[in-house]
């Protein structure tokens, strides 16, 4: 069936290197990807999003990449810092499916110091 | 506070009992979504409202779990006796306009455990 999926369930970066966390969707029709990270605890808090009608996007510190052809995200983080230590999701909405998100399994990053 | 609130934020519960769950979304927000994580697991989808529409309950998982949305604003959401398998984060998330147009805002979740 339809999913989106994480390439690795976990990545260790060292603090001051750049983390790139990758996502793979299968729904040709989705028109909006976003990235969300989960704290312990805490509920998803809203990252990044990019259209389909884009293929990068730039936030601060965050950039997100979305490739249609191969049907790929990814989320890249510059100077990772050890806060940046989460639950990373990536999401997407089916142009004719409402606002549900469909959510991959997540990445879990950690910072080590 | 400005953000989604959720409660309980933790409940603890016997096999076979109901539960309720509160949501109170920002204020203006016109949809609403609720979400069920596992343990370890990504975020899967149960139902949401959207202004005065139908909702749309294509994710709920059996005919225990309900959910309803009074004056468009707080939602409340049941699952009637209880399983095990019901032990989960139930999240709840608003937005402020039309339904996948705009960014989805989450609360921190109830934690329920069903003994």
């Known amino acids: 069936g339809e999913s989106v999926g994480l390439h690795l369930p976990t990545l260790s970066v060292q603090e001051g290197d750049n983390s790139i966390i990758n996502c793979a969707y299968s729904n040709s029709a989705s028109d909006y990807f976003i990235w969300y990270k989960q704290e312990s605890g805490k509920g998803p808090q809203f990252i990044i999003d990019?259209?389909?009608?884009?293929d990068k996007r730039q936030g601060q510190r965050v950039t997100v990449l979305l490739n249609k052809t191969v049907k790929h995200l990814s989320l890249q983080i510059a100077a990772t810092q050890p806060g940046d230590s989460a639950v990373y999701f990536c999401?997407?909405?089916?142009?004719?499916?409402?606002?549900?998100?469909?959510f991959g399994q997540g990445t879990e990053l950690s910072v080590k110091p | 506070g400005a953000g989604v609130s959720q409660s309980p934020s933790n409940k603890v519960t016997e096999k076979g009992k109901d539960v309720e769950l509160r949501c109170d979304p920002i204020s203006g927000h016109t949809a609403l979504y609720w979400y069920r994580q596992s343990l370890g697991q990504g975020l899967e989808f149960l139902i949401y409202?959207?202004?005065?529409?139908?909702?749309?309950k294509s994710g709920l998982p059996s005919d225990r779990f309900s959910a309803e949305r009074t004056g468009g604003s707080v939602s409340t959401l049941t699952i009637q006796r209880t399983q095990q398998e019901d032990s989960a984060v139930y999240l709840c998330?608003?937005?402020?306009?039309?339904?996948?147009?705009?960014?989805?805002?989450f609360g921190p979740g109830t934690r329920l455990l069903v003994l």
């Open positions: 999401a997407e909405i089916y142009y004719n499916q409402g606002g549900k998100l469909i």
């Open positions: 990019i259209r389909s009608n884009m």
């Open positions: 998330a608003s937005s402020l306009g039309v339904a996948g147009r705009e960014t989805q805002y």
């Open positions: 409202f959207q202004g005065n529409s139908a909702p749309d």
